[in-house]
């Protein structure tokens, strides 16, 4: 259960690395970071969930509408 603040507020947090780093590298900094100077803490878990997988017949022609523009949302 979160408490009612996280649920409604947003934080923007930019830093810089202190050598250029590839992306691998950025997704072990930044938990690292927000639990060094946050006290942020996380796990990360894989899990087997049943689930299903769509497939489109190869022998069928897509018929699909054609997307919609969208529009930003604030």
Do not use: C, N
Request: avoid cysteine.
């Amino acid at each position: 259960m979160l408490p009612a603040w996280a649920e409604s507020e947003e934080f923007e947090i930019r830093a810089k690395a202190a050598r250029p780093v590839k992306l691998a590298e950025m997704k072990l900094l930044g938990p690292a970071m927000l639990a060094d100077r946050f006290g942020l803490r996380s796990h990360r878990e894989t899990k087997m969930v049943p689930g299903y997988v769509l497939l489109r017949d190869p022998r069928k022609p897509l018929k699909l509408p054609a997307a919609e523009e969208a529009t930003p949302q604030d």
